[in-house]
């Protein structure tokens, strides 16, 4: 699995219109056949930053997103709206999707 993790810092002015600015974005990644999660996040400590976790089946399926015409529209869309380069985690990890935590669960399970 190819888990990808994006920092995405935003213009304070467009803090309120980067997730609908991304809404076309992330529905049309979502339905990618190798797209195994794309979730927006933002920071409790920046209220500028929104984070991007986001996973693919395989290499290839990461390949094929970056290629899509629904990446490069977004990424020019979102020129507009960045204050900065985003920062990005993008690494090879075994599994298919989210583990349970073994070290908590919630009391009386």
Known sequence: MIFIAVKFTVR???RDNWLPAVEP???ATRQEPGNLFFEWSYSVENPDQ???LEAFASPE???AH???EHF???MEGMADLVARTPE???VDVPGDGWSLMAE??????
């Open 12 to 14: 304070s002015a467009e």
């Open 104 to 109: 908590l669960t919630p009391r009386g399970e």
């Open 72 to 74: 490069a529209a977004a």
């Open 50 to 52: 929104f984070v991007l």
């Open 66 to 68: 970056v290629k899509s």
């Open 25 to 27: 974005f992330t529905l």
């Open 61 to 63: 399926a990461g390949e």
């Open 88 to 90: 990005i985690i993008n």
